[in-house]
C-alpha cells in the first residue's frame, strides 16, 4: 500500500512539474522553442514538481496552514486549468522532441555493452538506496530529523524557527529535500524512511538522461551513451545516488539550468529556456547553499552573453535577459530568504562579510591544503577512476576548443565552480585541512554532469563514433 | 563489472544486503543503528513521555550514533532542563529527579 502512495505522490510531482514547464515552455507553433525529448520532459518534470511542492510547504507555514495531500495538491489545479484554456485558445504546448535514432546501426553490439551497463549502474543505484533505511550521517542528522519534525506536526510548526531548529546542525540548510520527504512521508501516511530514498536513484536517472540527451544533440547515439556510461559508472557518482545526501538533487537542478542556459544561448530566439533555466538554477539554491554559488555563476554567464550580444542586438529581449534571470531567481528564494532573515538564521561556517581582500589576504597560507587535498581527489582512482586525468589530458591536448562557442561558457562555468569552492575554504571558519578533506569530493559532484558533457564536447573531433 | 565485484565482495556489501533483504523497516533500523543501541533506544522511548526532555552522558556531541539516537528519540528532545539522563556507553536511562 506504502509503495502504491508513494508511486502516486511521484506521479502528482511529475503532473505538477510538467504544468509549471509547461506554463514556461508551451507556446503556439509560430513561436516554438527547444523540442524537449519525452524522458527529459519527465525528469525535468519531476524535479520541478518536488521543488515546487517544498516551495508551497514553506509557503503553507507563512499562513499557517496543516500539510495534506489534498491541501497541498488541490491549489495546483488552478495552474492546471490556465494550461487547458491555453491548449484550448492557443495550441499552446511543450514541444516534444521525436528525432528517432538512425536506421542504420554502425556499433550496435558496442550500443548494447553500454546501455546493459547504464542500466546495470542505475538498477544497482536504485536496489542500494532502497535496501537501507536513512543511515548516514548528514543524512540522518541534517535532513531526516527535520522531516520527521514536519511530518510529526503535518506542519513546519511554529516553534521550529525561532526554537526547536537550534537544536540540531545546519540551521540554516535550505528545506527543498526535508519537505520532499515530508510530502511522501504524508502521501504514504507513514514515516518509511527507507522508501522515501527513491527521491535520491530518480535524480541520479534523470542526471543521466539528461546527459545523454545533451549529448545526442550534437553527436552519435553511441557517443552519447559512451559518456553516459562514463558518468553512471563512476563510484563515487553512484555511491550518492544512495546515501540520501543532496549532492544529486543539487547536482540535477545545476546541470539543467546550465542546459538551458546554453540552448539559449546558442538559440537565443526565445527566452523561455532562459526563464527555465532560472526556476532550475533557484532550486539549486533551495536544495543547498552552495546552489547560490550556482545562481551567481549563471547570472554572470547571462550578464558576460548579453554585454557581448548587445553590441550586435539591441533589442529589449538582450536587455530584460539578465533582470529577468535576477528577477525569477530572486522571487522563488524569496520566501526562504525571508525567513532567514526575520529569524536570524545563518551558517556557522562561512561568513559571505569575509569576502574582501584583507581577509582573503590574509587566509593565503590555506590555499596549501585546499590543493592538497584537491589533486589527492582528481589523482586518486577509488572515487572517480580515471576521469580527472582524462579530463587534464583531454584539455592539455585541446586547450585551443576550450573557450570557442558553447564550450567556452562550459569552461568558464568549471572555473567559476572551481573557485567558488576555493573562495568557501578561504572564508570558513572550520579547520581547512577537515574541512576541505571532507567535503572536496562532494563539490565536485556538484559539477560532475558538466564537466563530462564538457568533456564529450571537447573529445566530439577525436573519437570517430 | 570490476565495480560490482568490488561493491559487493571486496567491500563485502553482500553480507550486509543479505541481513538486510528479509528484514522488516525496524529490522533494518535495528541492523544499520546496531541492534544492541537500537534496542535500548526502543527501550527508551516506551520509557518517556512523548513530551519528555532528555540529556545524553558519555557520548561524543558529534558521533554518529548521537545523531542517530536524537533522531530514533524525536519528538522527545534533548533540553537543558532534562526529565532524564541518557547514559550511551553503559545504555542506562534514569530519571533525572528522583
Known sequence: ?465 | MAFFVRELFIKNNIRDYEALISRTLEGKHAYVTGDKLYGFLSHCKEIMPEIAKYKFVNIEEGSLDRRRAVYYLYPRVEGKDPDFIIDMAQLMIKKAKE
Open chain 1, 1 to 465: 500500500m506504502e509503495i502504491v502512495a508513494l508511486s502516486g505522490g511521484i506521479i502528482a510531482l511529475i503532473f505538477i512539474g510538467l504544468n509549471v514547464l509547461h506554463m514556461v515552455m508551451g507556446s503556439s507553433k509560430e513561436n516554438r522553442c527547444l523540442p524537449l525529448f519525452p524522458l527529459e520532459t519527465i525528469f525535468i518534470s519531476y524535479g520541478i514538481g518536488l521543488g515546487f511542492i517544498s516551495l508551497e510547504m514553506l509557503i503553507f507555514y507563512l499562513f499557517g496552514v496543516k500539510f495534506t495531500v489534498y491541501g497541498l495538491l488541490i491549489p495546483w489545479v488552478v495552474l492546471i486549468a490556465v494550461n487547458a484554456i491555453r491548449y484550448v485558445a492557443h495550441r499552446d504546448k511543450i514541444v516534444i522532441e521525436t528525432r528517432t535514432t538512425e536506421s542504420e546501426e554502425r556499433y550496435k553490439f558496442l550500443n548494447i555493452f553500454l546501455i546493459s551497463g547504464i542500466s546495470l549502474e542505475a538498477v544497482y543505484a536504485f536496489f542500494r538506496a532502497l535496501i537501507k533505511p536513512i543511515e548516514s550521517y548528514d543524512a540522518v542528522a541534517i535532513y531526516a530529523i527535520k522531516s520527521k519534525i514536519f511530518f510529526i506536526a503535518k506542519a513546519i510548526p511554529e516553534t521550529y524557527f525561532p526554537i526547536l531548529i537550534h537544536g540540531f546542525p545546519h540551521p540554516d540548510y535550505p528545506l527543498n529535500i526535508p519537505l520532499s520527504e515530508t510530502f511522501f512521508y504524508i502521501a504514504m501516511g507513514s514515516l518509511n524512511d527507507q522508501l522515501v530514498k527513491i527521491i535520491f536513484p530518480l535524480f541520479f536517472l534523470g542526471i543521466l538522461i539528461l546527459l545523454y540527451y545533451a549529448i545526442r544533440r550534437f553527436a552519435s547515439r553511441t557517443y552519447a551513451l559512451l559518456f553516459t556510461f562514463l558518468l553512471a559508472s563512476i563510484p563515487h557518482f553512484n555511491a550518492y545516488a544512495a546515501n540520501a545526501y543532496q549532492e544529486l538533487p543539487l547536482s540535477f537542478y545545476y546541470f539543467s539550468s546550465a542546459l538551458l542556459l546554453f540552448s539559449w544561448i546558442e538559440d537565443k530566439k526565445s527566452l523561455r529556456p532562459l526563464v527555465l533555466s532560472a526556476i532550475m538554477v533557484a532550486l539549486a539554491g533551495w536544495t543547498k547553499n552552495e546552489g547560490l554559488m550556482y545562481c551567481a555563476i549563471n547570472t554572470v554567464l547571462v550578464l558576460f552573453f548579453s554585454m557581448r550580444t548587445i553590441r550586435k542586438d539591441m533589442t529589449w529581449k538582450t536587455l530584460f535577459a539578465p533582470i529577468a534571470y535576477i528577477v525569477i531567481v530572486g522571487l522563488l528564494l524569496l520566501p526562504w530568504i525571508w525567513i532567514k532573515h526575520k529569524f536570524g538564521i545563518a551558517n556557522d561556517e562561512i561568513n559571505l562579510a569575509n569576502l574582501n581582500p584583507v581577509y582573503l589576504f590574509n587566509q593565503i597560507h590555506k590555499l596549501v591544503p585546499i590543493f592538497y587535498e584537491l589533486q589527492k581527489q582528481l589523482f586518486g582512482p577509488k572515487k572517480w577512476i580515471l576521469l580527472w586525468p582524462v579530463v587534464i589530458f583531454a584539455a592539455a591536448l585541446n586547450y585551443r576548443k576550450l573557450f570557442k562557442g558553447i564550450r567556452g561558457y562550459i569552461s568558464v562555468s568549471i572555473i567559476l565552480a572551481f573557485l567558488g569552492y576555493i573562495l568557501f575554504y578561504m572564508i570558513s571558519y572550520v579547520d581547512v585541512v577537515f574541512f576541505a578533506s571532507k567535503t572536496w569530493a562532494r563539490f565536485l559532484l556538484h559539477f560532475l554532469p558538466l564537466l563530462v558533457l564538457w568533456l564529450a564536447y571537447i573529445l566530439k573531433e577525436d573519437v570517430k563514433i
